[in-house]
């Protein structure tokens, strides 16, 4: 039943075909890669072995995955994963081995030159970790940059890239070129470049990689700021988890090309799909991405009355504080109805990490209650609505939002 | 355990390999022993002789005699000469004709103006001070005719060059084919002394104006063209990936990204591409260029220093005036523009060409179109005296020290002559041999085999013995470059206040052509081996210093920091850290001295270093050009050998002379 609810709300916030829909891209680099997808031995081999038997690496391997209209998809995993050769694939900068893309439900692998261009011109526009500006233009021909290529007239895309300049918060300098301007500045001015052309999809590739940790925690702001003022659809590459948790509506990991798991911050965390993935989340102050959703239990009668009220899509860590100042179990509450109260012990279950197989078991009884309450809540979003429940339910979600063929290892 | 024999495999292969490396030079000289002991014998027996044995070598002098000929005979008349070469030629000639007329048209005024104004549009007050006063000593020395000659015949071939060198260099950036297959012949062409260009264009040109251009463009261009090139190649891969993700077009790709990013490079290929035209327009009065050059020439043959001095100062002010005006246009470059302090883009010339016009104008009006005869400054006789004064005070019979001339006559009998005896009394085979282990050792068996063979196209061309003669000058000149050259450079590289002390002397001393050199060394040393030696010498050292000193600065901070952690001597430190570490750099200054003592030791031929250079003078005097044909490919064969005996793996972007 739950699903269901589930996939009604889902089509209520995301009526339009996918924005990007991938389905078992493959991308091999080597001598003859060709062969590697189509040959299931072959493709059953690790990294290591497929190298020393054919030459070939493979970075990408039987990807698929949808992106959503308006959601901030990252892709997350450590350097050699494959991470940055799929961001390319997305418009052809490097040609997939294998597989099929598609935007808006049109054929990009079959695009001829023309129809690529203009993808890369009007559709998807990219922002990379090195800037990849022209040093001998100004800032303000750097944002314009895209719209010259376009063919726009020079006062025309003056201006628009003067207001896109102000936007990113570079006001005043689009005189200065990129040599002389900060590397957040220099990343600023990237971000106005893509942004300029008023692209549907923002592509980012580790955008913020080469920054120093404050500014990079800036331009995160920045980036959400602008998701939450335009809704634009975006597709996040990183390989810092904390920066893939604090922007991501869904995170997909990769390793050695594959993705390993795909689903919300809080699954990606409470649920971890294997031992890679648990080792991955180890280190995550758990409190401060789970829900107390999950981390709830049935209410007992004298429960239901008592104690601070929060919504089913706080924090734990935000839990933690309304139980110290009362001394009281926390009641989950929902349009005046109470789904759950999280106690001490759940909140340290969480903390500690023991507490999630627990509040799996304990998801299960208020199963449709959950369901019913995601269906009605319309702010939480997606992490939110698909987390709920967990448990049975919870690998339904998953599921959900897993493609056809897209394995949950 | 499997994964444990798959982890120790590889550690395996790499100590051995390791050993294999260690043991590479000695296996290479093994294999060459064993195959020089089974060669030489049966060359010995059947052809032995201290010198190249005379049935090995294969008299060109008739055939390229009578190829001379029938091109002198058939220059007006054959349809080559009347539709392709006869139309290029007269199309330099006019281009020349039209930029002198111009230049004379303008004045002395107009010129130097212009030269003001251009200077500070590209590069600033200061360097428009200079250059207008650079022009202004020109007319001083009387010089302005001869200056305007060689500016006419420069402006032309950088103009050619630049083209020609842009195009190819686009090619070669742009394909990975033509890059492939034109660098190497770049790459030798900038080895090759200026000498080695100028015998096959005068034997189709004859000698003249359209000959000396075309030797100068094909001399410069190659720079353009490499380093053209290069930044086409290494343009930021992360920008063209960004520039391609927003939909650009190949041609937009070209023309707004790779191009600009690739300007720097480009800047200095026009840097180089102008001095070696300047350095070749030079040369070429040897083949009829007219110009300061040829009043250097005549003044040199005649050892007339005051003559050769005043129309040398004109050279070198030229020289430097060119190069720190590129330079400083180059370095500009990105950089910010100082707002408001001068005046912009095209208004901005403008002013200047207006300005140029009205002083030109001026000029004409005031009657004083061509230099004043009564504001020449005549340099001449007052040097002249002082080199008599010189001749007869300090060329021998000083006190405890000697004399210039001595330490010359010194140097002639007690190192020129014991090595080229030693080189001619060595029996040819054994000085293939060295060869061959020479450049086996520094690089791989093709480089060994290409510089073996050329050695040998010298004593097959039937030059051996003048070859070697020159191979010995080059020998005595580079070990004095290198010995000093390293000292220098060790020293300025340790202190900071040599370095700023050397830094403009080496500035200066690396934009001057390599013509001027012999004037000095004439003027102390007279004429003869040893002088030609001293011209090289002083003309390497600028190159190997800075390459030395620069080296020695690169070596990693952080090796140098440890081993200053450790308590090691500045002495450890230098032989132990420094000098290894910096031994790329140290090869490459060998290289490079190697190649430019090659350049002015032959060069040497015209104050009488006698050998190959000589040839190649006496060749285009008598009007041999069979004589001088042969010397110039011994020339180019000398040239290809020694550089690849002292050319490790790759070679660097570099700056040449």
Known sequence: ?409 | MAAASTVTAPAADTSRLGALVRNRALGKLLLLAVVAAVLIPIVNAKWASGSWPHALTVDLTGPLGKTSDWIIDNRDSHPLFLYFFGHISNAVVICVRGVYLVLLAAGWAGVTAAAGLIAWRVAGLKLAAAATAAFLACGLLGMWVPTMQTLALMIVAVLASVVLGAVLGLAAGLSDRTNRALRPVLDTMQVLPAFAYLLPVVLVFGIGVPAAVLATVVYAAPPMARLTALGLREADGGVMEAVASLGATARQRLLTARLPLARKQLLLGLNQTIMMALSMAVIASVIGAGGLGDRVYQALASVDVGAALAAGIPIVLLAVILDRTTAAAGERLGAAEPDGRRLHGLSGWGVAALVTIAVALAARFAGRIDWPDTWIVNIADPVNNAVDWMTSHLYSGVPYIGGTADWAGHFTTWVLDPVRDGLQGMPWWAVLLVVAALAWLIGTWRTALTAVLAMAAIGVLGVWKPSLDTLSQVLAAVAVTLVIGFAVGIAAARSERVELLLRPVLDVFQTMPQFVYLIPVVALFGVGRAPAVAAAVVYALPAVIRITTQGLRQVNGAAMESARSMGATSGQQLRQVQLPLARPALLLAVNQGVVLVLAVVIIGGLVGGGALGYDVVFGLAQGDLATGLVAGAAIVCLGLMLDRVTQPTERRAKKGA
């Not at chain 1, 309304?322 to 001394?327: H, L, M, P, S, W």
């Not at chain 1, 109260?341 to 078991?361: K, N």
Request: proline share 4%; charged share 25%; aromatic share 4%.
């Open chain 1, 1 to 409: 039943m739950s699903t269901t609810v589930e996939k009604a709300r889902e089509e209520g916030a995301h009526t339009d075909a996918p924005v990007f829909s991938v389905r078992n891209l493959w991308k091999v680099f080597g001598p003859k890669a060709d062969r590697v997808p189509g040959d299931a031995e072959l493709a059953g081999l690790s990294a290591a072995e497929l190298r020393t038997r054919t030459g070939c690496t493979a970075a990408v391997r039987d990807v698929s995955f949808d992106v959503r209209k308006g959601e901030v998809f990252v892709v997350m995993g450590l350097s050699g994963s494959g991470k940055s050769t799929l961001v390319r694939c997305l418009t052809r900068l490097i040609e997939p081995t294998s597989g099929g893309i598609s935007i808006e439900g049109e054929d990009v692998l079959g695009m001829d030159k023309g129809r690529l261009r203009a993808l890369r011109r009007h559709r998807a526009a990219m922002v990379f970790q090195h800037f990849g500006l022209l040093p001998h233009r100004t800032v303000l021909d750097n944002v314009a940059y895209g719209l010259e290529i376009q063919g726009m007239g020079r006062a025309e895309r003056r201006a628009k890239a003067a207001a896109v300049v102000e936007k990113v918060g570079l006001e005043g300098l689009e005189q200065r070129r990129p040599g002389q301007l900060s590397g957040g500045q220099q990343q600023r001015v990237g971000l106005a470049r893509a942004l300029a052309v008023d692209p549907e999809v923002l592509l980012f590739d580790e955008p913020f990689s080469a920054l120093d940790p404050l500014i990079r925690r800036d331009m995160q702001e920045e980036v959400i700021r602008l998701h939450r003022e335009e809704g634009r659809t975006m597709v996040f590459i990183t390989h810092d988890l904390t920066e893939a948790l604090r922007l991501g509506d869904r995170i997909a990991l990769m390793r050695d090309g594959k993705i390993v798991q795909l689903g919300t911050p809080e699954e990606i965390v409470g649920s971890p799909a294997d031992d890679y993935v648990r080792e991955f989340v180890r280190d995550v102050p758990r409190e401060q991405v789970m829900t107390v959703r999950r981390a709830m239990r049935p209410a007992d009668a004298d429960e239901v009355g008592r104690g601070p009220a929060v919504a089913p899509g706080a924090t734990v860590s935000e839990a933690i504080e309304a139980v110290a100042r009362t001394g009281f179990a926390v009641r989950v509450m929902d349009d005046g109805r109470c789904l759950g109260v999280v106690d001490h012990a759940r909140l340290l279950g969480v903390v500690a990490g023991t507490g999630a197989g627990s509040g799996v078991e304990a998801g299960s009884g208020t199963d449709s209650e959950s369901g019913a309450g995601a269906a009605s809540e319309a702010g939480a979003g997606a992490s939110a609505s698909a987390s709920a429940g967990s448990g049975d339910a919870g690998s339904d979600a998953v599921a959900d939002v897993t493609p056809p063929g897209e394995e949950v290892a």
